[in-house]
């Protein structure tokens, strides 16, 4: 039987490409993977382990629990400065879950998208996924890694509908400052388009420079902006996310996500509620334990054959392995191979990450040492 060719020439991620191939092997220090290494708080555990035991386990409303979507839009008043009603909140299966949604809602059949390039890998299966067509703006050294509106506006026509960002960066570490979030909002205005602001590190920043672009606008109608308790609360496979929307758009998104999710995950929506209510302050110790780190990575490969600029947010340093003369991927294959460090190409997320590959900070210190001493013996 013969598939239709958009479900035929649909990408895989690269990234989890990688992680497959590490898995399979003992004594490897992991430095691929995309989510803390830290436990998921004890409060946060207790509370989905109590609603279930009292039999809270039952579907939930579509768009999410009525006070998790209330705790979320005073979070995203609180933090991220975006004027926000539960009413436009939605409750996802993480963050990616929401990308999917809103990819899926505001784009059709032909339709174009402005994709960071190197971006997550995931942002180009979507924009397939609904036969839509990526345009990949540029984000290089030469340019601090930094849009560029010039080759945004050559790059928009008229099939052109949505600005994808991603602040802070993964795989970069670039956050968006203001004068930045205005020159791109003032972009988006001129060409109509509507702007998905990926915040799923929102609040892994070492700079305090972090902008939500939707906080530009006094009550946003362009501005879709995503968030995820995965990266902040180490809360990577409990699948939490939640999305601010436009009032326009949360209809027509739970229209995806109605047939394709029902709902998420009940207890887990108890436990992100208690993420958000309970003590917050152990955030601020992980980001600081990922910034030693990011300054320990710095200054080992100091004088090596590796550089890197200074990540200024999430978890990931962007490093600069073109003075080995090989190929992104055949570096990081070697790398595994002979050392037994698992590092992601570059090239998994673009064309530009060739030269490159990404490594994780989100490890222990010790690990992290390990890598680093196997890394410079490469
Ligand atoms: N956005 C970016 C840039 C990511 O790196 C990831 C995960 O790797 C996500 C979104 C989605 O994460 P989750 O679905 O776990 O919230």
């Not at 239709?4 to 990408?11: G, Y």
């Not at 928009?156 to 600005?163: C, K, M, Y």
């Not at 436990?271 to 309970?278: K, N, R």
């Amino acid at each position: 039987m013969e598939l239709p060719l958009i479900a035929r020439t649909r990408p895989q991620s690269g990234v989890r490409k990688m992680m497959e191939l590490a898995w399979g092997r003992a004594d490897v220090v992991h430095l691929e993977v995309g989510e803390p290494g830290f436990d998921t708080p004890d409060h946060v555990v207790a509370a989905a382990d109590k609603v279930a035991r009292d039999g809270k386990t039952k579907y939930s409303p579509t768009p999410g629990l009525p006070e998790l979507r209330e705790a979320a839009a005073a979070k995203i008043r609180a933090v991220n400065g975006i004027d926000c009603q539960a009413s436009q909140v939605l409750v996802t299966n993480g963050g990616a879950n929401a990308l999917f949604g809103v990819f899926g809602t505001v784009l059709g059949t032909g339709d174009s998208i402005l994709l960071p390039n190197p971006g997550w890998s995931n942002f180009t299966m979507m924009t397939k996924a609904f036969g839509a067509r990526p345009l990949y703006y540029d984000l290089k050294d030469g340019n601090d890694y930094l849009p560029d509106i010039d080759q945004l506006d050559a790059l928009v026509d008229g099939s052109t509908r949505a600005l994808l960002l991603n602040s802070p960066s993964n795989p970069l570490g670039t956050v968006m400052d203001r004068k930045q979030a205005e020159e791109l909002f003032a972009f988006a205005e001129k060409h109509d388009l509507w702007i998905i602001s990926d915040e799923c590190y929102d609040q892994i920043d070492f700079s305090g420079r972090h902008v939500s672009i939707g906080s530009l606008e006094p009550s946003p109608e362009r501005v879709i902006s995503v968030f995820s308790f995965s990266k902040v609360y180490a809360m990577t496979g409990w699948r939490v996310g939640y999305a601010a929307l436009p009032e326009q758009v949360v209809n027509p998104m739970l229209g995806l996500l109605q047939p394709s999710v029902m709902c998420v995950n009940t207890p887990a929506q108890y436990g992100a509620l208690a993420a958000l209510e309970g003590p917050q302050e152990y955030l601020a110790s992980w980001r600081e334990g990922y910034r030693r780190n990011r300054d320990l990575v710095l200054k080992r490969i100091a004088g090596s054959r590796y550089s890197a600029m200074s990540p200024d947010g999430g978890f990931y340093v962007w490093l600069n392995v073109s003075d080995f003369g090989e190929t992104s991927e055949a570096f990081a294959l070697r790398l595994l191979e002979q050392c037994n460090v698992a590092v992601t190409p570059g090239t998994a997320f673009g064309t530009n990450g060739e030269g490159y590959v990404r490594l994780s900070l989100a490890t222990t210190n010790e690990q992290l040492e390990l890598g680093l001493e196997r890394l410079l013996q490469a």
